[in-house]
């Protein structure tokens, strides 16, 4: 949770796992008690002009923030292989980008220390034997 919005570092596969499992959650969870509260999506909540307008426009405020945890995330995950941020807009090219994006962000990550650093679980192994020795 410290590194929702870092850009810098690597991610391991298990950490963009779960980023994408809570992105989903957060999107979907306020949408659904939307619907099942008036009986109206986000978009024609707004489309009312009523008082829940103001609650589908912080839905699509909380879609923003997500989007930029999880492309964090990718971020990360594309820096893990050693490979640029750039390399995420893959997302772009519309199928055949989606599955070499999928299989660049699962396969197994680059062992040991690479120019973006050292994997996290390095780093955290790392700073403890420093506590410990220190």
Not at 72 to 84: I, K, L, N, Q, T
Not at 117 to 129: F, M, Q, Y
Request: aromatic share 10%; proline share 4%; glycine share 8%.
């Amino acid at each position: 949770m410290d590194r929702l919005f870092d850009f810098q570092g690597r991610a391991s596969r298990n950490e963009l796992g779960l980023t994408l499992l809570w992105g989903f959650i957060a999107l979907i969870g306020p949408e659904l008690l939307l619907i099942l509260a008036t009986g109206m999506t986000s978009s024609e909540a707004i489309d009312t002009g009523a008082g829940v307008a103001l609650l589908g426009i912080a839905l699509y405020v909380e879609r923003i923030a997500v989007l930029a945890i999880v492309v964090a995330a990718a971020v990360r995950r594309m820096h893990d292989h050693d490979s640029p941020w750039y390399g995420v807009l893959l997302f772009l090219i519309p199928f055949v980008g989606w599955v070499l994006l999928f299989i660049t962000l699962m396969t197994p990550s680059d062992e040991g220390e690479n120019r973006y650093g050292l994997p996290r679980e390095a780093k955290d192994r790392n700073e403890r034997l420093k506590r410990i020795f220190d």
